[in-house]
Nanobody, 128 residues
Framework: QVTLVESGGGLLQAGGSLRLSCAASGRTFSSYPMGWFRQAPGKGREFVAGISLSGRSAYNADSVKGRFTISRDNAKNTVYLQMNSLEPEDTAVYFC?????????????????????WGQGTQVTVSS
């Protein structure tokens, strides 16, 4: 069983920055590939960024490339999403996800069904 708790969301103006954090329970965090997804009102859950269990591989959705960065600190059981140059289109509930099923050290997963545990989400609202 893995519990994920997101934090760091908020309301801000376009062009601003936020850093989301996701703290995970358990002693084997370093064996979980992690991901960030988002869901805007009336839309499906969208992949934002993913990172391999080793941290050596990361991948961003085209919509956030050059603006968002995913990272992880295995000593703190935490994954981060640094979001810069935020746009109103980034407004959504942001979820972190963990994959506890077997995975290679450098693989990044981009599909919600590939993840086994989800956090409760944190709201990010960007005004124009």
């Amino acid at each position: 069983q893995v519990t994920l708790v997101e934090s760091g969301g908020g309301l801000l103006q376009a062009g601003g920055s936020l850093r989301l954090s996701c703290a995970a329970s358990g002693r084997t965090f370093s064996s979980y590939p992690m991901g960030w997804f988002r869901q805007a009102p009336g839309k499906g859950r969208e992949f934002v960024a993913g990172i391999s269990l080793s941290g050596r591989s990361a991948y961003n959705a085209d919509s956030v490339k050059g603006r968002f960065t995913i990272s992880r600190d295995n000593a703190k059981n935490t994954v981060y999403l640094q979001m810069n140059s935020l746009e109103p289109e980034d407004t959504a509930v942001y979820f972190c996800a963990a994959r506890t099923s077997p995975a290679s050290a450098t693989v990044v997963f981009t599909i919600p069904l590939q993840y086994d545990y989800w956090g409760q989400g944190t709201q990010v609202t960007v005004s124009s």
